[in-house]
């Protein structure tokens, strides 16, 4: 049986997946900045601006949470943001938090972390309640 050979028109080289691992990054970076500035931006805007489809745009989001940014969809704007407050430790110079004195920014900070509290407390209290029930369904206890 003989082996196939590999088109090598097929293959691509070194400096070309090194060319669109680039063209990624800058795409991320481009959608982390858009989101933390002053601007509203949904998937839509983003696909827009990124020249890409919707879809891709959710998966940089995706790879941003992997990535521990705390961006979240603010239904009030109906936009992107990034949690106050956030800074990349070790790339802006300065470790310590940033200080803010706008009692806005601070209330709406408190409220997008009480509802995630609530939203978090709400499915801890259903595992439990399913763990609950599948241990006395199997006669454990």
């Not at 028109?9 to 481009?30: M, Y």
């Not at 839509?44 to 995706?62: D, F, K, N």
């Not at 601070?106 to 439990?128: G, K, P, T």
């Amino acid at each position: 049986m003989a082996k196939k050979k590999k088109s090598k028109t097929n293959e691509r080289t070194d400096a070309e997946r090194r060319a669109r691992q680039c063209e990624r990054l800058s795409r991320h970076l481009r959608v982390l900045h858009c989101i933390m500035g002053r601007g509203r931006w949904n998937a839509e805007a983003l696909a827009r601006e990124m020249e890409v489809s919707p879809r891709t745009v959710h998966r940089i989001m995706q790879t941003l949470a992997m990535a521990n940014v705390p961006w979240y969809f603010c239904k009030e704007s109906g936009c992107y943001r990034v949690r106050p407050g956030f800074r990349f430790p070790g790339l802006e110079g300065n470790n310590e938090p940033r200080e803010t004195s706008n009692p806005a920014e601070l209330r709406r900070a408190a409220e997008v972390l009480v509802n995630d509290l609530s939203v978090f407390l709400e499915s801890l209290r259903r595992f439990c309640s399913q763990l609950e029930r599948s241990s006395a369904g199997d006669g454990t206890t």
